[in-house]
Each structure stands twice: as structure tokens, then as C-alpha cells.
């Protein structure tokens, strides 16, 4: 196990004010906030950073799979993959195969099992032009109603265009429900809301759906996690591990801590449980 790992601490209000060590190499330290942060993950080394993952505007959805064959490495990612996108169809999925596995020499000693990357893409096929503006908004108002509708919520639905961005902010009482933990029903409804309005055509919009300005209120929040975390790790010269985050928040602190002189970022674990690890950086 790497020794950035072995020792993870818990901190209160996501950082400490226990003293760092003075020498040594430092353990991977975890910012134990609700938000944000891994308990006792490993670090690998060789891990690594998946920047087309984290981001790639096209693609949202991805995960990573190991298997007894190719077959059952892709099997097992789309599994993965349902418990995100828990109806995507697997002719939706693109597979890419990372390692098709290895014997090994002897004894089997360097033995590799098949891993499978699987994604969900857009498609590229040739489609018609899709609605317009004013159809798309009209689409994306009517879907995000009946939705709060099914699930008992009492609200409005304001649906706005910014270039080619339509948003739908939704205005009420007890939007907790349709946030859900971290914005995951919020996200899953924006990636549905996404399929439904573009459809098959070859206009592809952004879609946003927000509740009273959550998104930008979790953008904040994260930003602050993100800060914290880089100067956790460039104090102790060691990595902090975040806690899983979706694609769209990962994307968050990746572009929050892009340019930091002192520390870098990457991704690690499969969907659901991916997590970003905020590391000083050395050299």
C-alpha cells in the first residue's frame, strides 16, 4: 500500500488543527466534511489523471471495469454504468478495452486481468436539425414539470435561453427532493432532461436544471473545498483525498485547481464512488 495512504486522518469541519508531522512522508489526509471526502481509500501511483473523463463536456458518464474476460470486464462496466445512468442502453455506451489481459510469466506472475472503459457518448449519426429554440424550451418546460408533478412537488418552472444554453430553474417549496444527496437527482434530471429535448437531431443544446440557485450555491461550496484541500496538501507535502463526487462536481475542482502552481489533481475509483485527489506538487 503507498504510505500516502496508509494512515488516513479524520478531521473535524474538514480540516485539523492538529500540528502536521515534521518529517517523513506525510499520510493522504482526508477533509471529513458531508460534501466532499474519501475515508481510507488507497492511493495508486500509477494511476493515471483521466482528464477526458472529468472534462470532456460530451461525456458525463464513465466507468472503468475488471473481468475474467473482455466479455465480462464490459458486462460488469455497464452494470456500473446503470447504477449512474440506471436506463442508458448499451447501444449508447461506447466500450474502450484498456488492458485485454495477460498470462503472466512464471508462475503467473504478472498476471493482468481484462479492463474495460465504458462511456456514455452522444450520438454522432446522421440526424435531422431538431426543434428550435422556442420548441426546445417549450419541451424542456413540459418535462421538468411533469416530473415535479409525478414525484408530489408544488412548483413553477422558469425556462430561460442563454446562447445556446436553455435553463430550467425551478421555483417552490421542498426542493430537497428533487436536489437530492450532493445534486445527484438534480444531475440525473438535467442528463434526462438533455435526451428528451435534443432527441435524435443533430442540434445539440447545453441543458441546466437548477432549484433556486443550488448550482451555483454548490459551485461555491465546492470552490472552498477545493482551496482547502490544496492547502492541506501543499502544507503536509501529501495528497487529500476527496470524497465521490459526480462527473460535473469533479469537473469543479479540476478546473478550480488547473492552473495552482503547488499542487495537481486527478481522478481515481469507478462510478459511483469516483473521487478526485488533490496532490503537492513535486519536481
Not at 28 to 37: G, I, N, R
Not at 110 to 119: L, Q, W
Not at 201 to 216: F, K, M, N
Not at 250 to 255: A, T
Amino acid at each position: 500500500m503507498d504510505e500516502t495512504s496508509e494512515h488516513p486522518e479524520q478531521f473535524d469541519d474538514e480540516l485539523s488543527d492538529a500540528p502536521d508531522g515534521a518529517c517523513g512522508e506525510e499520510p493522504a489526509d482526508e477533509l471529513d466534511d458531508d460534501t466532499e471526502l474519501d475515508d481510507d481509500t488507497e492511493l495508486d501511483d500509477d494511476t493515471e489523471p483521466d482528464d477526458d473523463t472529468e472534462l470532456d463536456d460530451d461525456t458525463e458518464h464513465a466507468t472503468i471495469a475488471d473481468g475474467a474476460t473482455v466479455d465480462e470486464a464490459k458486462r460488469k462496466a455497464l452494470e456500473q454504468l446503470r447504477k449512474v445512468v440506471p436506463y442508458v442502453r448499451e447501444s449508447d455506451v461506447e466500450f474502450v478495452v484498456l488492458n485485454e489481459g495477460g498470462r503472466g510469466g512464471f508462475l503467473g506472475m504478472g498476471k493482468s486481468h481484462p479492463r474495460v472503459e465504458a462511456r456514455v457518448l452522444p450520438s454522432h449519426d446522421e440526424a435531422p436539425a431538431g426543434p428550435s429554440a422556442a420548441e426546445a424550451l417549450a419541451t424542456l418546460h413540459e418535462f421538468v414539470t411533469t416530473v415535479a408533478d409525478g414525484i408530489g412537488l408544488d412548483v413553477e418552472v422558469e425556462v430561460t435561453e442563454d446562447g445556446d444554453t436553455l435553463i430550467a430553474d425551478v421555483v417552490g417549496d421542498d426542493l430537497g427532493l428533487l436536489i437530492g444527496r450532493h445534486g445527484q437527482t438534480l444531475d440525473a434530471l438535467q442528463y434526462l432532461a438533455a435526451i428528451v429535448v435534443n432527441g435524435h437531431g443533430s442540434t445539440r443544446r447545453q441543458i441546466v436544471v437548477d432549484a433556486e440557485g443550488y448550482r451555483g450555491r454548490r459551485e461555491l461550496s465546492l470552490g472552498g473545498v477545493a482551496d482547502r484541500a490544496a492547502q492541506r496538501a501543499e502544507r503536509t507535502r501529501g495528497a487529500v483525498d476527496l470524497k465521490p463526487m459526480t462527473a460535473a462536481e469533479r469537473k469543479i475542482v479540476h478546473l478550480r485547481l488547473k492552473d495552482h502552481p503547488r499542487v495537481e489533481t486527478h481522478s481515481e475509483g469507478n462510478e459511483p464512488q469516483r473521487y478526485v485527489v488533490v496532490s503537492f506538487r513535486r519536481g
